[in-house]
């Protein structure tokens, strides 16, 4: 089994930032793209970024230029770096992976449980 586990998020002012972290753990042979995605009250769930094996990264129009997503093959870590925060990217936060269990396996996607992130005055 393959676990997510999401942190970094809370309440910061608008203009701030925050740096969500994605930890992946249990059995793991290989993770192939990871991605954030974020769900506010009454909306649909929106992809924020995404980034392949190979560090190609894509980003949602509405965050370009201040959110960047990294990824750690090493540490089956990705972190989320958001600037320049608005308003609007009240939501929750889920961190989103295709993980491979062994060699040979297929791709199965998991998510984690979500982190918060609350931007107000």
């Known amino acids: 089994q393959v676990q997510l586990l999401e942190s970094g998020g809370g309440l910061v002012q608008p203009g701030g930032s925050l740096r969500l972290s994605c930890a992946a753990s249990?059995?793991?042979?290989?993770?192939?793209?990871v991605a954030w995605y974020r769900q506010a009250p009454g909306k649909e769930r929106e992809l924020v970024a995404r980034?392949?094996?190979?560090?190609?990264?894509n980003y949602a129009d509405s965050v370009k230029g201040r959110f960047t997503i990294d990824r750690d093959n090493g540490m089956n870590a990705v972190s989320l770096q958001m600037n320049s925060l608005k308003p609007e990217d009240t939501a929750i936060y889920y961190c989103?992976?295709?993980?491979?269990?062994?060699?040979?396996?297929?791709?199965?996607?998991?998510r984690g449980q979500g982190t918060q992130v609350t931007v107000s005055s």
């Open positions: 989103n992976a295709d993980v491979r269990s062994y060699l040979g396996d297929r791709y199965k996607n998991y």
């Open positions: 249990g059995r793991i042979f290989s993770i192939s793209a």
């Open positions: 980034i392949s094996s190979v560090g190609i990264t």
